[in-house]
């Protein structure tokens, strides 16, 4: 079974700051995606970043970056000079066999 | 180019009455995906059309149906409504490109069951 799991429902940061949101998953399969989507207020889900698990190397995208451990089963998001922006609900998303699987969520909380 | 495109936004029914949610997907992307998002939750993957034919399937039941057209839109059908099927409806269209699947998510369709 495929499963992922985001164990911080929300959190708060400081604009200007970093934070990191952790998810863990679990699955069988060597050949998987995994992405975080942002879901403001607006209800549209936007991709923020993705990673393809064949690939060591941690994916950037300006100021989001992945920690990627794929023997844990671990892949976070951080942050960096957030802005108020980056409001929003994130998820953790892992694709393998067609199928994504969503984790249910952090709410992420941008204080000026 | 326009993205992904859904109709209605916000629908309200009555158990046991039928509902036809519709979407248009991003120009050139051949497979449509839907999922249900429960009010707080992560969305859960309903199923997904590629040529016309359901190609994945999650653990949704049978009142749960769908149709790819020939143009690639889509059709959610869910039949014998339950108060538990209120929720958001998103569809998502992915195109393959160079070995990446790219997935882009409509806005979604509120539907209210009373």
């Known amino acids: 079974a495929q499963t992922v799991t985001q164990s911080q429902p929300e959190m708060s940061v400081q604009e200007a700051e970093t934070v990191t949101l952790s998810c863990t998953y679990d699955t069988s399969e060597s050949d998987y995606y995994l992405f975080w989507y942002k879901q403001p207020p607006s209800r549209q889900m936007i991709l923020v970043i993705r990673?393809?698990?064949?690939?060591?190397q941690n994916a950037t995208e300006n100021r989001f970056s992945v920690n990627f451990q794929k023997a844990a089963k671990s892949f976070s998001l951080k942050i960096s000079d957030s802005q108020l922006g980056d409001a929003a609900m994130y998820f953790c998303?892992?694709?393998?066999?067609?199928?994504?699987?969503f984790g249910s969520g952090t709410k992420l909380n941008v204080k000026p | 180019d326009a993205g992904v495109t859904q109709s209605p936004t916000h629908l309200i029914k009555t158990r046991g009455q039928q509902v036809t949610l519709r979407c248009s997907p991003k120009s050139g992307h051949d497979t449509v995906s839907w999922y249900q998002q429960a009010l707080g939750q992560g969305p859960q993957f309903i199923f997904q059309?590629?040529?016309?034919?359901?190609?994945q399937r999650g653990n949704f039941p049978d009142r749960f149906s769908g149709h790819q057209f020939p143009n690639y839109s889509s059709e959610l059908n869910v039949n014998a409504l339950l108060l538990g099927d209120s929720a958001l409806y998103l569809c998502?269209?992915?195109?393959?490109?160079?070995?990446?699947?790219?997935?882009?998510f409509g806005a979604g369709t509120r539907l209210s069951v009373l």
């Open positions: 998303t892992l694709y393998n066999f067609n199928k994504f699987y």
């Open positions: 998502a269209s992915t195109l393959w490109v160079l070995a990446k699947n790219i997935q882009y």
């Open positions: 059309y590629y040529e016309e034919e359901e190609r």
């Open positions: 990673q393809e698990a064949y690939k060591q």
